[in-house]
């Protein structure tokens, strides 16, 4: 007998806020991860809706659990002026996430090594490792930076306990 627990089915939605956001959501099971949308997001609270309305309802569709990766912000190396921009558009998209009405407990954050070190295979891994990563993984050949690196958040919190943790253990018909 296996210690092993099964998952269930479950959508993440990988969010890299910025000026130009990167979103991806993955629809993962025991038969692996698909890549449900990928997309470059204009920084304002109609594009984010919109985007959390397509996870959401994608999540319904399958009737499967909604979990949100956002990336979280790391000390150092950045401007002051970069950092509250960051912390501002990180902050706008948890607040359309609240809006959507998706529990404010399925947000999770991730710091840029660690999804990388774990998807990418370096903790440090640069834009071109990516870049090959995502086009090897799932053909994308023209993809925004912010859009890979959303889709490979995703594809962090499709396998990371901390994300599988979040997700209810029941659901009822039409919830997330």
């Given at each position: 007998m296996s210690d092993e627990v099964e998952i269930p089915p479950f959508v993440v939605l990988g969010i890299d806020p910025g000026k130009q956001s990167g979103a991806g959501l993955i629809y993962t099971s025991g038969d692996?991860?698909?890549?449900?949308?990928?997309?470059?997001?204009?920084?304002?609270?109609?594009?984010?809706d919109e985007v959390l309305e397509v996870a959401k309802a994608r999540a319904?569709?399958?009737?499967?659990?909604?979990?949100?990766?956002?990336?979280?912000?790391?000390?150092?190396?950045?401007?002051?002026?970069?950092?509250?921009?960051?912390?501002?558009r990180?902050?706008?998209?948890?607040?359309?996430?609240?809006?959507?009405g998706i529990p404010a407990s399925r947000i999770?954050?991730?710091v840029p090594s660690t999804w990388r070190k774990d998807v990418v295979g370096m903790g440090n891994a640069p834009p071109s490792a990516v870049r090959a990563y995502v086009h090897e993984r799932f053909g994308l050949k023209r993809s925004n930076p912010n859009e890979r690196d959303?889709?490979?958040?995703?594809?962090w919190g499709a396998n990371a306990p901390k994300v599988i943790s979040v997700l209810p253990v029941t659901r009822r018909r039409g919830d997330v």
């Amino acid at each position: 007998m296996s210690d092993e627990v099964e998952i269930p089915p479950f959508v993440v939605l990988g969010i890299d806020p910025g000026k130009q956001s990167g979103a991806g959501l993955i629809y993962t099971s025991g038969d692996g991860d698909e890549l449900l949308m990928h997309r470059v997001v204009d920084d304002n609270p109609f594009a984010r809706d919109e985007v959390l309305e397509v996870a959401k309802a994608r999540a319904i569709d399958r009737e499967v659990r909604l979990a949100i990766v956002i990336e979280a912000h790391t000390p150092g190396g950045w401007s002051y002026r970069t950092s509250a921009g960051l912390a501002q558009r990180r902050g706008a998209w948890i607040e359309s996430v609240k809006r959507a009405g998706i529990p404010a407990s399925r947000i999770v954050g991730v710091v840029p090594s660690t999804w990388r070190k774990d998807v990418v295979g370096m903790g440090n891994a640069p834009p071109s490792a990516v870049r090959a990563y995502v086009h090897e993984r799932f053909g994308l050949k023209r993809s925004n930076p912010n859009e890979r690196d959303a889709v490979c958040m995703a594809l962090w919190g499709a396998n990371a306990p901390k994300v599988i943790s979040v997700l209810p253990v029941t659901r009822r018909r039409g919830d997330v």
